[in-house]
């Protein structure tokens, strides 16, 4: 008695188990809030700053043009914080930021300050001043 058995049958589903273990950290970036950073194209020299959160300091440039960013925290509890200083031409700036889901906006126009006006789509209901700024 012999037993045939095709062994194509029994081809391990490796694209479902691969999906299938990606798929929370996917979730996990698309549910995580993020804080966008826009520095205007009109800008003279490069922009120096620092994202302060619970977890991590980022510190980086932004020259005319370019675009960072962090990202929050799904389930904030009350020790989180993000703030985001920046120094510009000589002027120091910072700004505490809540970030909102799914992307909170801060565009930064060419002379360093947050740009406020109508249309510049900066999500101000989300930032703080530290200090006042000046």
């Given at each position: ?75 904030p509890d009350d020790d989180f914080f993000m703030q985001f200083d920046w120094s510009y031409a000589g ?44």
């Open positions: 008695m012999s037993i045939n058995v095709d062994i194509r049958k029994f081809r391990l589903p490796t694209t479902e188990i691969l999906f299938a273990a990606l798929l929370p950290f996917f979730f996990w970036d698309l549910a995580t809030p993020w804080v966008s950073i826009q520095f205007s194209n009109e800008g003279q020299g490069s922009l120096d700053f620092v994202i302060s959160t619970q977890d991590e300091i980022y510190r980086r440039e932004i020259k005319p043009g370019g675009v960072t960013g962090r990202h929050g925290h799904m389930f002027q120091n700036h910072c700004f505490s930021v809540n970030p909102k889901w799914p992307r909170t906006h801060i565009y930064i126009g060419p002379d360093g300050a947050v740009d406020r006006s109508p249309g510049s789509d900066t999500d101000l209901e989300s930032l703080t001043p530290c200090l006042p700024e000046g």
